[in-house]
């Protein structure tokens, strides 16, 4: 999956010459590219609460480097940065997961430089290993789209996503974007019904321009259209990503997600997510009951931003003095989800199967 075509190519990496971790500030795109630097702990864990940085992998990519910049900023017990850095947004478990892993490599490292170092070189190694994830995610996801184009005869093959799984939320290929790429670079005629995915509008700002920097045909729809095309046959797959999976495969995802399932399941539309082992929670069984829901500032709901003659603008859409409410995840049931697509292979969506692909966690 070639990603040169795109100026920006990844959405974090760190600058040897500062020392400074650098985002891509994805509140702007597609207006504006700009690059943010992280300086300390608590840029990172703005970056993760304000959306700078989003998505589950790359939060745990961000992450994993607050704490390389904790031990580099070396003014408060990391273990305080630490329980700081996983309480930036409680849903996406990539987080908890990453600060971990991190942690546990620091693990028996006295020296503070080398400390420093280790931390560093592990944030590093979770940027690496989530790619490489989202790249064979890709290969595991293609034969699910080779199989509907045999089947159509070589026409064009109708997808629909929701929210934004791409590099851009992932570090490399994306999760539900890397089959969609495969199958691009493979010569299989695609095209991509891209939700707008309100409030922040992620599907529409963030997956349309990152399709249409790869020159994969898309569509911007309204989140409610999705039904309507799948009543009418203008869809032959729908693949999402997730920010937690319980063990039993109840699915945490960008809010209209368990709508997306419910109209696909009416009209015979399998329905696939894809992610990486970090995103399953091995410790959940029901997703309803037990994953946290994050409810963020009700202005995300109550403006929009846009661009009007090259300026970014905020407008408010209602009365100035209506209450909202800005729930930012649904949670999807296993029995609406046709698969699992990993890093590992294509599984059904239950305890079993998941166990079966992966170990007893």
């Known amino acids: 999956m070639d990603l040169r075509k795109t100026p920006l190519t990844r959405p974090i990496w760190l600058d040897e010459r500062s020392g400074h971790v650098q985002v891509i500030d994805q509140r702007v795109l597609p207006h504006r590219e700009r690059v943010l630097d992280l300086k300390n702990t608590d840029d990172a864990i703005a970056a993760i609460r304000d959306m700078v940085v989003r998505g589950a992998p790359l939060i745990g990519i961000t992450a994993a480097y607050g704490v390389y910049l904790a031990l580099r900023d070396g003014t408060a017990p990391l273990a305080d940065e630490a329980r700081r850095i996983k309480a930036a947004r409680p849903t996406a478990v990539n987080l908890a997961w990453a600060v971990d892993r991190v942690l546990g490599r620091l693990e028996g490292v006295r020296d503070p430089g080398e400390r420093r170092d280790a931390a560093r070189r592990e944030a590093g190694e979770i940027f690496r290993l989530e790619a490489d994830r989202c790249r064979r995610i890709g290969m595991h996801g293609l034969p699910l789209i080779e199989k509907i184009s045999a089947a159509r005869g070589g026409r064009r093959v109708n997808l629909l996503t929701h929210c934004n799984a791409g590099w851009l939320a992932c570090g490399r290929y994306g999760t539900a974007t890397a089959p969609i790429y495969a199958a691009a670079e493979s010569g299989i005629d695609i095209h991509v019904w891209v939700d707008e995915t309100r409030p922040l509008n992620q599907g529409a700002r963030l997956t349309a ?153």
Not at 276 to 293: H, N
């Open 209 to 361: 321009w990152e399709l249409g920097q790869q020159g994969v045909a898309h569509t911007i729809i309204t989140d409610n259209a999705g039904g309507h095309l799948m009543q009418h046959g203008m869809v032959d797959l729908v693949i999402v990503g997730t920010d937690r999976t319980t063990r039993c495969g109840d699915v945490a995802n960008k809010i209209g997600t368990y709508l997306k399932a419910l109209a696909a399941r009416d009209n015979g539309v399998p329905f696939y997510v894809a992610l990486p082992s970090s995103t399953f929670d091995w410790d959940l069984r029901d997703g309803v009951a037990q994953i946290p829901i994050e409810e963020r500032d009700p202005d995300e709901v109550r403006f929009v931003q846009g661009s009007e003659e090259g300026r970014l603008t905020r407008v408010l859409v209602g009365p100035g003095d209506s209450p909202a409410a800005n729930y930012a995840f649904d949670v999807t049931p296993a029995r609406l989800v046709t698969g699992f697509i990993t890093e590992k292979g294509v599984c059904a969506a239950n305890e079993a199967a998941i166990r079966a692909l992966f170990g007893d966690r």
